[in-house]
């Protein structure tokens, strides 16, 4: 199984904001069968993800894996770091530059120069998603299986108030990462996830909720781990997904995507809600037919994704049926 960091260079590349790159690193994984030899899976990763995907830090090893819901028997599993997230050494001093559908090309790009001209599926959870969407509406006959994960193909009202607030924190706090973190949190959790966990209850040591310390302790964890200038990007990318920017409108853009698209929501989640995913599911099921709504039922919220490994696996069994891939 090959797992090392590998790299490629996207050269003269112009952003949609009209900022020319000379070369951009690409870098990615590869886990299981060789490139070229098995049906691809792209996993796109998350705000504070990466391309190690499973592995001793892989954030998904309860879905991928040796006969697991993606099984690396069977795929190719591919995943791209988004330029600028850190992980390979790389960040982006000017994280305006750059939206969405600028690191979708990257990838769409990136896929070319290995030889990928088709991919079994594309999945990404929340910002991840929003990626997933926009390399599908730059390219909508690469995948065959769309599955935006507590997603949307659009920034929302709510979305863009969040990102704002995030941005400006970034840029005003004197611990920016650290606040950052303990602000997004409220968004990525519940009320009722808090009150399950906590109800109230003290930290004796520190004389203080502990919801509070574990707030603190998030905070601290992901300033230790994750560069200010990777998470200004991220929070930059999240605010800027918008399939039908500078297009058309979304069903005349989303009706050209040939990809059996599979959403899965999750009901709680406060970031991108399960509303938005029914509503779109619904306007695009009067043009197109494989269209398919899947939830996650959770009290935790956005992180969802990353917690309900055993709904995940239910909903998304039949995408990833082993006996319908041809050997």
């Not at 952003?15 to 870098?27: F, H, K, Q, R, W």
């Not at 819901?69 to 791209?80: C, G, R, S």
């Not at 769409?108 to 990404?124: D, E, P, R, T």
Request: hydrophobic share 40%; charged share 20%.
């Amino acid at each position: 199984m090959k797992n090392e960091l590998q790299h490629i260079k996207i050269t003269n590349f112009q952003t949609e904001s009209g900022a020319v790159y000379n070369t951009i690193p690409l870098s990615y994984q590869v886990f299981g069968p060789t490139l070229g030899s098995a049906p691809v899976v792209l996993v796109n990763h998350a705000l504070t993800g990466n391309s190690e995907v499973i592995g001793e830090q892989g954030w998904w090893n309860e879905l991928i894996g040796y006969d697991k819901l993606i099984d690396t028997t069977v795929y190719t599993v591919l995943a791209f770091n988004i330029p600028g997230n850190g992980f390979d050494g790389f960040l982006v001093e000017n994280y305006k530059n750059f939206k969405a559908r600028d690191v979708a090309q990257i990838f769409n790009l990136g896929l070319k120069q290995l030889k990928i001209n088709s991919l079994f599926a594309c999945i990404g959870g929340s910002v991840g998603g929003g990626i997933a969407w926009e390399l599908a509406a730059l390219n909508p006959i690469l995948i065959e299986n769309l599955i935006p994960i507590a997603s949307d193909w659009k920034s929302s009202d709510w979305m863009l108030a969040n990102t704002l607030l995030q941005d400006l924190i970034l840029n005003n706090s004197s611990n920016p990462v650290h606040d950052a973190r303990i602000q997004a949190m409220l968004c990525y959790r519940t009320p009722d996830s808090f009150k399950g966990r906590f109800n109230r209850t003290i930290n004796n040591e520190l004389g203080i909720f502990n919801i509070e310390s574990w707030l603190l302790h998030h905070g601290k964890k992901l300033k230790d781990r994750f560069q200010l200038a990777s998470y200004k990007l991220l929070n930059q990318l999240l605010s800027s997904i918008d399939i039908t920017r500078e297009r058309n409108e979304f069903l005349e853009v989303a009706s050209k995507i040939e990809a059996n698209i599979h959403l899965v929501g999750v009901d709680s989640d406060l970031f991108f809600t399960a509303q938005e995913n029914k509503e779109t599911v619904e306007e695009l099921s009067t043009v197109k037919s494989n269209v398919f709504y899947y939830e996650i039922k959770s009290i935790h919220g956005h992180d969802a994704f990353l917690i309900e490994f055993g709904q995940l696996e239910k909903l998304l069994k039949n995408v990833f049926n082993k006996q319908l891939v041809s050997p």
